[in-house]
C-alpha cells in the first residue's frame, strides 16, 4: 500500500488583549474563577471512587482535616512492608495552547514538575514521562500546531533530563454534527512519575500552622501574563500573550526545593497553575481549614491591557508557594539564594480562618471569611454533585462544610508495634483470608494480619467448595472486602448463595464458627456476607435470628458507592478484636455502595443495642453518634457501623481496618500523632493474636 501523506500548514489566529468590564474590582472576579470547573472543588469526581484500595496508597486525592480534594501528586507504596514508592503528577493546560501551541506544551511538563515537587524522589533525571496527545489533527491548522507543540516538549523536557518512555495519542478529536463541525482544543496530557524513597515524607498543600511564613517561589523571572487563564475564561474571552516556562530555571527551583523536601523543612507547598496565586493561597488555606494575611507582588514587567492588581492575583505563571515554620525561612531563603531562584515572602499563616489579601497601593484587596469563600469554590461541584447522588444527602454536607473542624479524635490506649513473629515471639496463629470472585481486599488484609502476629493463608472459595482445604487448621477466618460477583444479585449475596447451597461447605463453616478458640472477621464485602449468614448479631447460645428478621446491610442512603476516610468511636462490646480499644474516636476508611445498616425488625435493633452487639458508630467531628451526612457515609440507623455476637468472637464491620494500620496509609493525622509508633488500627489485629494464645491448647 502507498504510504499517506498529510500535508498541513499553520493558520493566523489573531489574538486580542483581555479587556475586563468597567467596574471590575478583584473580589467580583475571584467570585467567578472560584466557581469555574477547572479551578473549583472536584469533590464530585474524588468520593465516588476507591481511593484506598491495595492497602498501598501513600497520597490520593484529599488532604488535610477536612479531606479537600486538592492533593499535588499521587503515591503508592511498593509493598506493605517498607516505605519506597513512586510518585506521580499530572500536568495540562489546553486553552493556552489556542493560543500558543509551543508555551502550552512547555506549561503542561512545568505543570506536573511541579505538582510532583511535593515528594521527594530520587532525582529529577530519573523522571520519566508519559505524554498522551489529543488533537484534531486533520483539520486545517491543527497538524501545524501539534507538531509545534510536539517539537517544544521534546526540546523542553531536552533541556530538563527528562525523558518520555510511553503515550497514547488520539487524533481523531474532532466530530460534524450537521454541517458543523465540532472540536476538541489541542491537548497534550503530561503523567509524570519517579521513585520515592520516602513516602512519609510528602508534602501537602494544605496550611499546617499559626503565624508561619508563606513564600512565592518565582519560576517565572517576574512576568504576570494573562493570555489562556480562568480569569480570561470566565469573561468569555482568551486573552493574547500566554505564560511560558523557563527550563534553565525550572530545573534550578525543581532541584532546590526537593532539598528542603527531602529534609522536612517544608510544612506545606502548592504549585501555581489554573488560577493564578491567589487561587494557589486559598486551595492551602481551604485545606488546612485556616486563614492568611498576605501581600500579592506586582508585575515586574510592563504588559498591556489588563489592571497590574489581576495580573498580580490571576496570573498562572509558574510557581510554587510554600509554608515553612519560622525557624526554618531562613534555611528556604538560603537554598533558594543559592539556586538564584527568586524567593519572595508574601505573609503568613493563622489559625484564624480569615484571608486579607493586600496589594501596593491599593490596600485590602479580599478581606472576608476563608470558609465563605471555600463555600463559594465548593458551590460548582456540589450542582454537579445533586445530579448524581441524593440532593439531600448534598444539601447536608454543603450546608454543614463552613461550621465543619478538624475531627477531635481520641485514642483509650498506645498503639504497639507487632510482636516479632519465630521462636521470639511464638507461632503464629493461622487465619484463612477467604476470597470470593471479584474480592479486592485479600493483599492487604493478609499484610494486616501478619504486622498483627499472625500467619494468614490465601484461601479462595473455590478451594473450600471442592475440599482442597479445610478449616480445621485455622484459628480465624476472614473475608474480605470488594465485589463478589460483581454485586450484580446485591451485595455478598452470590457469595452466600456458595456457601449456602454447598451442604459440606455450610457444614464445615457452621463446625468453625461453633469452636470456642476460633474467630472471624468480615470487612466491607465479608461484613455483609456475615450478616446475610446471620452470625452477627448472633446470640451467646448460637441462635440463629429467622432470615425476616436478619440485619443486613443496603444502599447507601446518598444512592452511590462512597469512598471516604470517617470517623467512628469504638463502644464497649463483647467483641474480642476490639478489646482494650472502647472509648477511642478514630478515622478508618469505608468504600462501599451498600453499607446502611438495615434492622427489618426494631426489636432486633434494640436488642442489639442494649447488649452492645454494634459496637462501632460513626461519629461526626465532635465525636458524636451521628446519622447525618458525610459523617455517616450511608445513612445507618444510630451511626452503626459493624456488628458482632454475643460472645465476641465474630465481627463484621463496613470499614477497612486493614487499610489504615500503618500511619503512612492515614490521610491526615493529629499533630500530636505525630509519634505514633504504628497505626491504631493494628491492635485490632494484635487482640486476634492474643485471642488466640489465650484459648489455644
Known amino acids: 500500500m502507498p504510504q499517506k501523506t498529510f500535508r498541513s500548514r499553520r493558520e493566523p489566529f489573531v489574538a486580542k488583549s483581555l479587556e475586563l468590564p468597567e467596574g471590575t474590582e478583584v473580589r467580583g472576579a475571584l467570585d467567578r474563577v472560584l466557581r469555574l470547573p477547572s479551578v473549583g472543588s472536584k469533590r464530585f469526581l474524588t468520593n465516588k471512587v ?18 479537600i480534594p486538592l492533593a499535588n501528586c499521587g503515591v503508592i507504596a511498593l509493598s506493605h512492608a517498607d516505605t519506597v514508592g513512586a510518585a506521580t503528577a499530572v500536568g495540562e493546560q489546553p486553552i493556552k495552547g489556542l493560543l500558543c501551541p509551543a508555551a502550552m506544551a512547555r506549561l503542561s511538563v512545568a505543570e506536573a514538575l511541579t505538582n510532583l515537587v511535593w515528594a521527594p524522589i530520587t532525582a529529577l533525571g530519573d523522571v520519566k514521562v508519559s505524554a498522551n496527545w489529543m488533537w484534531a489533527a486533520k483539520l486545517a491548522g491543527e497538524g501545524a500546531a501539534m507538531w509545534d507543540a510536539c517539537e517544544a516538549m ?10 518520555v518512555d510511553g503515550g497514547k495519542d488520539s487524533l481523531s478529536m474532532a466530530a460534524k454534527v450537521g454541517d458543523e463541525t465540532v472540536k476538541a482544543p489541542g491537548a497534550l496530557v503530561i503523567t509524570a512519575y519517579a521513585v520515592c524513597p520516602d513516602i512519609t515524607k510528602v508534602i501537602t498543600p494544605d496550611l499546617k500552622s499559626d503565624g508561619s511564613k508563606l513564600y512565592l517561589i518565582d519560576l517565572a523571572n517576574g512576568h504576570k501574563r494573562l493570555g489562556g487563564t480562568a480569569l480570561a475564561h470566565v469573561y468569555g474571552q482568551l486573552g493574547d ?12 527551583g525543581f532541584v532546590a526545593t526537593q532539598a528542603l523536601v527531602h529534609k522536612g523543612l517544608i510544612l506545606s507547598g502548592h504549585d501555581v497553575s489554573d488560577g493564578g496565586l491567589l487561587i494557589t493561597l486559598l486551595e492551602m488555606a481551604f485545606a488546612g481549614d485556616r486563614g492568611f494575611d498576605v501581600t500579592l507582588p506586582m508585575p515586574q514587567y510592563a504588559e498591556e491591557g489588563c489592571k497590574e492588581a489581576f ?36 505573609g503568613t499563616s493563622q489559625a484564624r480562618k480569615h484571608v486579607t ?51 477531635a479524635w481520641t485514642l483509650s490506649f498506645t498503639p504497639e508495634p507487632a ?43 473455590a478451594d473450600l467448595v471442592c475440599g482442597a482445604v479445610s478449616l480445621e487448621r485455622f484459628r480465624g477466618i476472614v473475608f474480605v472486602g470488594g465485589f463478589s460477583y460483581a454485586d450484580v444479585l446485591g451485595s455478598a449475596k452470590g457469595w452466600a448463595g456458595v456457601l449456602k447451597f454447598h451442604p459440606s461447605t455450610w457444614a464445615q463453616l457452621e463446625t468453625f464458627g461453633a469452636r470456642p478458640d476460633t474467630f472471624s472477621l468480615g470487612v466491607c464485602n465479608g461484613c455483609q456476607l456475615m450478616a446475610l449468614l446471620g452470625w452477627v448479631p448472633r446470640a451467646a447460645d448460637g441462635a440463629v435470628l ?18 471516604r476516610f470517617s470517623s467512628v468511636t469504638v463502644l464497649p462490646s463483647p467483641s474480642v478484636l476490639l478489646k482494650g480499644m472502647e472509648g477511642s474516636s478514630l478515622g478508618v476508611w469505608v468504600a462501599h455502595g ?8 426494631a426489636s432486633v435493633l434494640d436488642s442489639a443495642i442494649a447488649d452492645g452487639l454494634a459496637p462501632l458508630r460513626y461519629v461526626n467531628d465532635d465525636n458524636q453518634p451521628t446519622e447525618a451526612y458525610p459523617f455517616n457515609p450511608n445513612g445507618s440507623t444510630q451511626g452503626i457501623a459493624a456488628l458482632c455476637s454475643a460472645d465476641g468472637r465474630h465481627l463484621a464491620m463496613m470499614p477497612h481496618p486493614e487499610r489504615c494500620f500503618q500511619t503512612w496509609q492515614w490521610p491526615w493525622m493529629p499533630e500530636e500523632w505525630a509519634g505514633l509508633r504504628s497505626g491504631p488500627w493494628l491492635k485490632l489485629f494484635q487482640n486476634a493474636r492474643l485471642f488466640c494464645e489465650q484459648t489455644g491448647q
Do not use: Y
Not at 463555600?375 to 454543603?398: I, R, Y
Not at 429467622?546 to 469512598?563: D, I, K, M, T, Y
Not at 453499607?595 to 425488625?601: L, S, T, V
Open 154 to 163: 521534546c526540546n523542553f523536557m531536552g533541556e530538563l533530563g527528562v525523558a
Open 50 to 67: 476507591d481511593r484506598s484500595v491495595t492497602g498501598l496508597i501513600a497520597q490520593q486525592q484529599c488532604v488535610g482535616p477536612l479531606h
Open 546 to 563: 429467622p432470615a425476616l428478621e436478619q440485619p443486613r446491610f443496603v444502599h447507601n442512603q446518598s444512592g452511590r458507592f462512597e469512598s
Open 357 to 407: 489579601v493586600h496589594m501596593s497601593g491599593l490596600g485590602a484587596v479580599v478581606d472576608a471569611p476563608m470558609t465563605a469563600l471555600r463555600d463559594v469554590w465548593e458551590a460548582t461541584s456540589f450542582e454537579l454533585e445533586k445530579l448524581q447522588c441524593n440532593p439531600s444527602c448534598v444539601a447536608q454536607e454543603q450546608v454543614g462544610l463552613a461550621s465543619r473542624h478538624a475531627p
Open 594 to 601: 451498600e453499607g446502611q445498616a438495615h434492622f427489618p425488625h
Open 419 to 461: 510482636r516479632p513473629l519465630g521462636p521470639a515471639g511464638g507461632a503464629a496463629p493461622k487465619v484463612a483470608v477467604v476470597r470470593q470472585e471479584g474480592s479486592n481486599g485479600d493483599r492487604e488484609m493478609a499484610a494486616a494480619l501478619h504486622a498483627g502476629g499472625l500467619e494468614p493463608w490465601d484461601v479462595a472459595m
Open 241 to 252: 500573550t500566554p505564560p511560558d516556562a523557563d527550563a534553565a530555571l525550572l530545573e534550578r
Open 311 to 346: 495580573r498580580a492575583a490571576f496570573a498562572e505563571e509558574v510557581g510554587l508557594v510554600v509554608e515553612v515554620s519560622l525557624a526554618n525561612s531562613e534555611a528556604l531563603e538560603a537554598q533558594m539564594k543559592a539556586a538564584e531562584v527568586p524567593c519572595i515572602l508574601l
